[in-house]
């Protein structure tokens, strides 16, 4: 991955996730928590399949050299089931 970023010199990153929530068939939402970042070369042993090569924006460790708690706190997950649980709050 790091060398076709390095080809097109071009690092960026943006992680995604979407979660959806269905009250019935016709009321759907979606919530979406994204973080941007960059393609590094892989450090760090824990996490997730891409998480050693993922460093976000303001961070100089990876997803992979943080402890949980601590990417737990910058998560695209947790953005977005905040998002949710917003929207729960005044439904």
Known sequence: MVEITE?????????KTI??????RDQMEFFEGSISGAIVR???ISGFGW????KPDGQN????EMTLA?????SMRKI?????RDF????
């Open 7 to 15: 080809k097109f010199q071009n690092s960026r990153a943006e992680a």
């Open 19 to 24: 979660i959806g929530y269905a009250k019935n």
């Open 42 to 44: 892989p450090r760090g």
């Open 51 to 54: 998480d050693a090569i993922f």
């Open 61 to 64: 460790q990876t997803f992979a």
């Open 70 to 74: 601590e990417k737990n706190t910058l």
């Open 80 to 84: 977005a089931f905040e998002k949710l």
């Open 88 to 91: 729960l709050r005044i439904v």
